[in-house]
């Protein structure tokens, strides 16, 4: 019988995957392993080689090679390789060479094979195709009460109070201050009992508080007027099921600070702005309310603060990429749309009508701390700049050195309404983007990729929706620009060979880093704007857009869900670490040192980023010029 | 082996020379003749490879032992382990280890180090009753061990007291080779005139300058294989091609 070496068992007891295995299994494991020592420089698979042993690394570091000689991957103690030719049955595709000396224990095919197909949690790490353990790592997150990643349920304490519409003011006033609420549902009179309830309103209306006051005292209306004169119609509703964070943002879009909570068409309760500031002092809602009430910039360049507090808080709170990247594009508008406002009140009204524009990030809700300004101004096709210019100059400076004391640095590139390009009338910009669409050149092209992601913020935001209904209907099918906007997606490739930087400091000391939205972010969020583009789709969120993407099935079965979960992945990272950068009082950014991530984190991004390098194989054959779409 | 003091370690080890120029195949043939005990006629009769075998090629196996003491005569052997292994290969599986109900009495001293008691040895069977499966184990490899002495001798004074008949082998010592591989840096000018002390052979410290893992050492199991890993290093360090013969590193 063999015996178990102690030093070996102790060794994988340490390390995933086998840490996770029955003892039985494990012992068994190192009883049965090889040992093979490599000096530094020396080959330990060479190409086209058999290879029926699987190598984990026991102390040392080794390269892995593509077939060209580029340099693939690094791997340090714990990680493993040679998996690729067992699980395939081929010959060694990548070679590997020592990089320092190195001790590898060895595992032969049949007890791999044996752990793969009879342990799930096993084959999961190890499988490099299946990406499920990095969807896994994402929805870990979600496994927690936090308010922000907490259901509209949780937040109800008591049924709605409800009454007929034929009710009194007076009545409900009365009725309202025995049960101690805010706010009271006007039932709908009309629905009778037996009927299928689905597709009818069981609630007509909402009246509150500040409505006994503002439209019934202040109008001096007849305390005997029915509660319908004074409710508020067009409910805003939000399902029970929905996220509390969906709830905030609902309640920032309406303006409302009630909203009735509804399971099917049946209103289970009513939460309040009240609900949850109770809960959150510094939510993206109180810092919206404090963009609003700042009487200047000063006030305004004050609140900086608190966003990254609220940022920072949302991360702890594990809320999700696409909570916070919400949140921040909220908190974002919200400082241009009250900049404007002062912008006005200082300069007076604007002499014609414009439009404010959002670019980028903030357009797609994708916002996070580190983040610069882009931004447009469109103006009415009146425009003279003999006549208007002054002032169109005057309240894109005003915004725009407000937005930079406020934390939004000025955009490199010059992307802002303060450049006369870009402040432009509304056929102008019409003939900007069909011209983009139509003729595009190198320099258009990232134009396209910053433009095409807009959201008016300020003003005639209908010339916002018409700008992106011309992109929709222009680009869609424009095989030859969707080829160019395609190759220029590929111009930034996500960073697998920095992976080899990752392993060997043992010092602790590196000083190599990653742009986790230059080389991650960005380049999914350019991807799937092509595809967005090539079927029309409305959305102009990643996620969204992706969905509309998924739904198309233009990607082979998975492909979407997986480019998703690595988007999550990388966003969650780069947010972490603008977090932990904050917590540690240091100037957050977008570069990643790897000393703070950990293994787990570090297996993933490396998947995440494989994903995204397929994806983009994938676009490239998509759209090659003079193929069919 | 047995856990040396530091002055004993920090010394040069008793490299014996007198196996240097023993013809080891005519040796094995001549006592396969000679031997009564069967295993070990058995086991010289399975030969030695020839002292021109380029490394590469030779079966080895590490052997250590814990014993009670550092005196052969006085002292007994407590536990064996021993793993296989070739140049490029340690194989696990082939691994071996032996509890040993001691000839003499436990010290409590020893018990400290190699963590074995009284109660451990108590059911433990005796050396005779291993012996066959340890020539077995031996036979037709090289055995290879860090300071070599403690296994050679007391393995051949184990053998004189159960069976009465001597044994003698072919042995790689890590620990002198270690030392032969260090004897350069040891004259180095330089290193005197700073006044730097010669690298230490210990085991643990052998394996750290070859960037081997920390194990925790006087378990037999453990250290055969740390002492296997080591000479695995030695070799790809000193004779990349392993075409050397193996006359270069046995003793």
Redesign the interface.
């Known amino acids: 019988m063999?015996?178990e070496?102690?030093?070996?068992t102790d060794?994988f007891q340490r390390h995933k995957p086998f840490s996770d295995l029955a003892v039985q299994e494990l012992s068994e494991l190192?009883?049965?392993?090889?040992?093979?020592?490599?000096?530094a420089g020396?080959p330990i698979l060479t190409f086209g080689q058999d290879n029926d042993q699987w190598f984990v690394i026991?102390?040392?570091a080794v390269e892995v090679f593509r077939r060209d000689g580029e340099l693939y991957n690094r791997l340090g103690e714990g990680n493993f390789f040679g998996e690729l030719a067992i699980m395939r049955n081929r010959p060694v595709r990548f070679p590997v060479v020592a990089l320092?000396?190195?001790?590898v224990y060895?595992i032969d095919a049949d007890t791999f094979n044996h752990l793969f197909d009879n342990n799930e949690q096993f084959a999961d790490f190890v499988e490099v195709e299946d990406r499920s353990r990095l969807r896994d790592s994402n929805a870990d997150k979600k496994d927690n009460n936090s308010l922000l990643t907490a259901k509209v349920e949780k937040l109800i304490g008591q049924l709605p109070l409800i009454l007929p519409p034929n009710t009194t003011v007076q009545e409900a006033a009365v009725r309202m201050t025995e049960e101690g609420v805010s706010s009271v549902l006007i039932s709908n009179d009309q629905v009778s009992s037996d009927a299928d309830t689905d597709d009818e309103e069981l609630v007509i209306g909402i009246v509150t508080d500040v409505d006994i006051r503002s439209r019934l005292v202040a109008q001096g209306l007849a305390l005997s007027c029915p509660v319908t004169d004074i409710m508020t119609s067009q409910l805003t509703s939000v399902q029970s099921h929905q996220y509390v964070f969906e709830a905030m943002m609902l309640m920032l879009k309406h303006k409302v600070m009630h909203l009735p909570v509804l399971k099917k068409s049946q209103p289970i309760g009513l939460i309040s702005h009240q609900d949850i500031l109770r809960y959150e002092s510094q939510n993206s809602l109180f810092v919206v309310k404090s963009i609003f009430t700042a009487l200047n910039v000063d006030e305004l360049t004050a609140l900086k603060g608190e966003v990254q507090a609220c940022f920072s808080r949302m991360v702890h709170e594990d809320a999700n990429s696409q909570m916070i990247g919400s949140a921040m594009a909220v908190i974002g508008r919200s400082f241009k749309q009250r900049l404007l406002e002062l912008a006005e009140q200082e300069l007076g009204p604007p002499p014609i009508p414009y439009c404010f524009l959002a670019l980028g990030s903030m357009a797609r809700d994708e916002q996070l701390i580190v983040t610069d300004q882009d931004n447009a101004l469109v103006l009415d096709n009146r425009f003279d700049p003999q006549l208007h210019d002054e002032y169109f100059n005057a309240l894109a400076n005003f915004v725009c050195d407000g937005l930079d004391r406020c934390g939004y640095t000025y955009c490199n590139g010059g992307i802002m309404a303060t450049n006369k390009k870009w402040r432009q009338p509304l056929k102008v910009w019409e003939q900007y983007f069909s011209q983009w669409i139509e003729k595009p050149t190198a320099e258009t092209l990232l134009n396209s990729a910053i433009f095409f992601d807009l959201d008016g913020v300020w003003g005639k935001k209908v010339w916002a929706d018409t700008l992106n209904r011309l992109i929709r209907k222009k680009a869609y099918k424009n095989a030859r620009f969707l080829a160019c906007m395609a190759r220029n997606a590929l111009l930034r490739t996500p960073p697998l060979g920095f992976f080899k930087d990752f392993v060997m400091e043992t010092d602790g000391r590196q000083t190599n880093s990653i742009n986790m939205k230059r080389r991650g972010t960005a380049p999914i969020a350019d991807l799937i704007r092509v595809h967005a583009l090539s079927i029309g789709s409305k959305g102009r969120n990643s996620f969204a857009r992706l969905q509309d993407v998924i739904e198309s099935k233009i990607l082979p079965p998975g492909r979407g869900v997986d480019l998703r979960d690595a988007l999550e992945f990388i966003a969650m990272v780069r947010i972490r670490h603008q977090a932990f950068d904050l917590d540690m009082k240091r100037v957050p950014d977008n570069d990643i040192e790897p000393e703070y991530l950990s293994d787990f984190e570090r297996k993933n991004l490396k998947d995440a980023f494989q994903i995204l390098s397929d994806a983009q194989k994938f676009m490239k054959y998509r759209y090659q010029p003079g193929r069919h779409l | 082996m047995f856990y040396l003091d530091k002055k004993a370690l920090q010394d040069q080890p008793n490299v014996r020379t007198l196996n240097k120029n023993v013809d080891w195949p005519a040796e094995f043939a001549k006592r396969s003749k000679s031997a009564r005990y069967p295993a070990l006629k058995e086991y010289y009769a399975q030969g030695v490879v020839s002292p021109e075998t380029p490394i590469s090629e030779v079966p080895l196996v590490a052997l250590d032992f814990e014993t009670t003491g550092l005196n052969p005569k006085t002292d007994s052997i407590v536990s064996i382990g021993l793993v296989a292994l070739t140049a490029q290969r340690i194989r696990c599986k082939e691994a071996h280890h032996w509890i040993i109900k001691p000839d003499t009495e436990l010290k409590t001293k020893s018990v400290v180090i190699h963590g074995i008691t009284h109660s451990d040895v108590a059911s433990a069977p005796s050396f005779n009753s291993v012996l066959d499966a340890l020539l077995q184990h031996l036979q037709g490899k090289i055995v290879v061990a860090h300071h070599k002495d403690i296994e050679t001798r007391f393995l051949n004074a184990a053998l004189k007291h159960y069976i009465n008949e001597e044994i003698v082998f072919p042995c790689i010592d890590t620990m002198a080779l270690e030392a032969r591989f260090s004897r350069t840096l040891k004259r180095t000018f330089l290193r005197s005139l700073l006044g730097q002390k010669t690298p230490s052979i210990r085991l643990t410290d052998c394996r750290a300058r070859y960037n081997l893992p920390y194990y925790r050492q006087h378990n037999a199991l453990t250290d055969a294989l740390a002492c296997a890993e080591l000479l695995q290093a030695q070799i790809a360090t000193h004779y990349p091609e392993q075409t050397a013969p193996i006359s270069a590193i046995w003793c």
């Open positions: 063999a015996i070496q102690v030093e070996v060794f190192a009883s049965g392993v090889e040992i093979a020592y490599y000096k020396s026991r102390s040392g320092e000396d190195t001790l060895l």
